[in-house]
């Protein structure tokens, strides 16, 4: 079964940071780029970051650029996301998500994981 | 950065009725590059239709998805009480990747 999972998230203090990590199963994480999308209390979704499948390319949403940093660990099937100088305004719910190859659509979504920042 | 626009804000119908919404963009979306997704409470969002038109694996034909360019429209006839949800559209042609702020389909 595909399946990604979220974790990491938690309560913290603006400036803080916080690592969150993506557990993927189900298929080669290895062949696949990675995203994650946020979405704040009541709003809508909000992508944040994408990662190509070797980890060699990256790029940000204009309000995280700077402040978070996406990378991948291929051989434990991992996505991170290195969040840094949190503000109240990142207080959401983190999903990561796959890419689809050829297709680049998201198609696999995890559950995702709260961040609060207060 | 492409603004995907989405109307109406809710629809209100009852099952068994045909529901339009509709994404507008701001600039032409490359390759029509657009999807679909539905997100129910507390639920992570799932992918209905990409490529503009395409269904994705598993998803009823009762959802279409139509236009290009800068319009599109995603079209669920007779509506089932789990089609009841709030649909999002996203362009991934051009970086940032960008969402519309949802419809939401309500149960009149």
């Known amino acids: 079964e595909l399946q990604l999972v979220e974790s990491g998230g938690g309560l913290v203090q603006p400036g803080g940071s916080l690592r969150l990590s993506c557990a993927a199963s189900?298929?080669?994480?290895?062949?696949?780029?990675m995203h994650w999308v946020r979405q704040a209390p009541g709003k809508g979704l909000v992508w944040v970051s994408r990662?190509?499948?070797?980890?060699?390319?990256?790029s940000y949403a204009d309000s995280v650029k700077g402040r978070f940093t996406i990378s991948r660990d291929n051989a434990k099937n991992t996505l991170y996301l290195q969040m840094n100088g949190l503000r109240a305004e990142d207080t959401a719910l983190f999903y990561c998500?796959?890419?689809?190859?050829?297709?680049?659509?998201?198609?696999?979504w995890g559950q995702g994981t709260t961040v609060t920042v207060s | 950065e492409i603004v995907l626009t989405q109307s109406p804000g809710t629809l209100s119908l009852s099952p068994g009725e045909r529901a339009t919404l509709s994404c507008r963009a701001s600039?032409?979306?490359?390759?029509?590059?657009l999807a679909w997704y539905q997100q129910k409470p507390g639920q992570a969002p799932r992918l209905l239709i990409y490529?503009?038109?395409d269904r994705a694996t598993g998803i009823p034909d009762r959802f279409s998805g139509s236009g290009s360019g800068t319009d599109f429209t995603l079209t669920l006839r007779r509506l089932e009480p789990e089609d009841f949800a709030v649909y999002f559209c996203?362009?991934?042609?051009?970086?940032?990747?960008?969402f519309g702020q949802g419809t939401k389909l309500e149960i009149k």
């Open positions: 600039q032409t979306v490359n390759s029509n590059y």
């Open positions: 996203q362009q991934y042609g051009s970086s940032p990747y960008t």
């Open positions: 189900g298929f080669t994480f290895s062949r696949y780029w």
């Open positions: 990662i190509n499948s070797d980890g060699s390319s990256t």
């Open positions: 998500a796959r890419e689809s190859t050829g297709y680049y659509v998201l198609d696999v």
């Open positions: 490529g503009a038109s």
